[in-house]
């Protein structure tokens, strides 16, 4: 178990939706699209596989430089067993272009 009880694993991403926010309309940011994510997330200790729905960071628009990944590929996650909340991991270079050792982008 990782800081504050995230743990790390290897997902794959079932879908990708343009993120609508609140107010319905797209939440792009300055040189990005928001997206909300579906994942089948894999416990590295082989305990049953999960799918979950979680929103990411806007696309290009993350100081770690966050690309946005498809459907049908396979990333890194961070998890929390209890709630299984999850989040893109930042120390995963398929999707941050600069990784991180401190569950943060840099």
């Known amino acids: ?16 939706l343009v993120s609508t ?6 939440t792009a940011g300055a ?11 894999q416990p ?7 799918r979950a729905a979680f929103s990411g960071p806007w696309d290009n628009n993350t100081v770690g430089g966050f690309k946005t ?9 961070q998890f929390k067993r209890r709630t299984r ?8 270079r398929s999707v941050y272009r600069k990784g991180s050792d401190s569950g943060k982008a840099e």
Do not use: C, H, K
Request: charged share 20%; hydrophobic share 40%.
């Open 44 to 50: 590295s200790d082989g305990t049953e596989p999960f």
């Open 69 to 77: 990944p498809e459907i049908g590929q396979v990333v890194g996650v």
């Open 31 to 41: 040189g990005g699209t928001a997206f909300n994510y579906v994942v089948d997330v």
């Open 21 to 26: 926010g609140l107010q319905g309309v797209n």
């Open 1 to 16: 178990m990782s800081l504050r009880g995230w743990e790390s694993a290897p997902a794959t991403i079932v879908a990708r």
């Open 85 to 92: 909340e999850v989040r893109f991991d930042p120390s995963d």
